[in-house]
Nanobody, 121 residues
Framework: QVQLVESGGQLVQTGGSLRLSCAAS????????MGWFRQAPGKEREFVAG????????MYADSVKGRFTISRDNAKKTVALQMNNLKPEDTAVYYC??????????????WGQGTQVTVSS
């Protein structure tokens, strides 16, 4: 089992930056692929970024490439999402997720409760 708790979401202006963090519990964090997803009002949840167990491989949605960076610290059992040049369309609830090793996008097994990011225009 993996428990995930996100933090860092807040209101920010267009062009601003935020850093989301996800703290994980359980002994298997370093064995898990980790990801970030988001869900905007009235829309389906979508993949944002994923990172391999070692952190050596990452994947991003086209909409965030070049603006967002995912990273992890296996010693601290945390995964972060650095978001730069934020746009109003980035407004959503952001979720941290975990799964056993497989493709970096696709289906994830464990989810946090989400943190709200609002980008004002």
């Amino acid at each position: 089992q993996v428990q995930l708790v996100e933090s860092g979401g807040q209101l920010v202006q267009t062009g601003g930056s935020l850093r989301l963090s996800c703290a994980a519990s359980g002994p298997t964090f370093s064995s898990r692929v980790m990801g970030w997803f988001r869900q905007a009002p009235g829309k389906e949840r979508e993949f944002v970024a994923g990172i391999s167990r070692s952190g050596g491989s990452t994947m991003y949605a086209d909409s965030v490439k070049g603006r967002f960076t995912i990273s992890r610290d296996n010693a601290k059992k945390t995964v972060a999402l650095q978001m730069n040049n934020l746009k109003p369309e980035d407004t959503a609830v952001y979720y941290c997720a975990a799964k056993w090793p497989s493709v970096l996008n696709g289906t994830y097994d464990y989810w946090g409760q989400g943190t709200q990011v609002t980008v004002s225009s």
